[in-house]
């Protein structure tokens, strides 16, 4: 059974940083693609970051560009989400998807996603 766990959300000040985890088990994702989606109250859901699982190539939002990373750790089977000048607006409730995505902004391209994790940037 695939899982994806995410960790690492909270409040911080506007400015501040934070580092999202994605704890994944249950398959191998060699092949998939790992992404982070985020969803704010009364919005739909929004791409942020992707990266294939076995490839370097990485994808970012616009809104991100410069200021998250996407990472993993092969050995834990972890993908990370380092957030850094972190503004209002990314206050979200952040998720963790995998899926043989093709389009990897799309969110319909993934087949498992976590329970998200909650992001609150004060001003």
């Known amino acids: 059974q695939v899982q994806l766990v995410e960790s690492g959300g909270g409040l911080v000040q506007a400015g501040g940083s934070l580092r999202l985890s994605c704890a994944a088990s249950?398959?191998?994702?060699?092949?998939?693609?790992m992404g982070w989606f985020r969803q704010a109250p009364g919005k739909e859901r929004e791409f942020v970051a992707a990266r294939r699982w076995s490839g370097g190539s990485t994808y970012y939002a616009d809104s991100v560009k410069g200021r998250f990373t996407i990472s993993r750790d092969n050995a834990k089977n972890i993908m990370y989400l380092q957030m850094n000048s972190l503004k209002p607006e990314d206050t979200a409730n952040y998720y963790c998807?995998?899926?043989?995505?093709?389009?990897?902004?799309?969110?319909?391209?993934?087949?498992?996603w976590g329970q998200g994790t909650q992001v609150t940037v004060s001003s």
């Open positions: 249950g398959r191998t994702f060699s092949n998939y693609a």
């Open positions: 998807a995998a899926g043989r995505a093709t389009v990897v902004d799309s969110e319909h391209e993934y087949d498992y």
